[in-house]
């Protein structure tokens, strides 16, 4: 299952306040286009999952929901979260480390 880093799960809340999304809204993940480093993975705020979507709590203020074929490629990743060189907050995918 897809892992939500500890600075994932502040950005989840920081991107929160900052959006006009109503409580209990969540942060889904969902595959886009093909592109030259592989499939773009979209990142939306949503007022809920769709019924068969993958729920990952993060006790953050919103729950992070990913689209079931894309829960699969994302199965041993993480997703992490950093400011951007411009000073916005943007987010990253990145291996699990073997245990």
């Known amino acids: 299952m897809l892992a939500i880093s500890p600075a994932a799960t502040d950005a989840i809340d920081?991107?929160?306040k900052a959006a006009s999304v109503p409580e209990g809204a969540g942060l889904r993940l969902s595959a886009g286009a093909n592109n030259e480093r592989g499939v773009a993975?979209?990142?939306t705020f949503v007022t809920a999952p769709e019924?068969?979507?993958q729920v990952i709590e993060t006790?953050?203020?919103?729950d992070v929901y990913v689209e079931?074929?894309?829960?699969?490629?994302?199965d041993d990743q993480?997703?992490?979260a950093?400011?951007?060189?411009?000073g916005s907050l943007g987010f990253a995918l990145r291996p699990?480390?073997?245990t």
């Open 14 to 16: 920081t991107a929160l």
């Open 41 to 43: 993975i979209e990142v």
């Open 51 to 53: 019924p068969d979507d």
């Open 59 to 62: 006790g953050a203020a919103a």
């Open 68 to 74: 079931p074929a894309t829960a699969l490629m994302l």
């Open 78 to 80: 993480v997703l992490d």
């Open 82 to 86: 950093g400011r951007m060189p411009d």
């Open 96 to 98: 699990q480390s073997a």
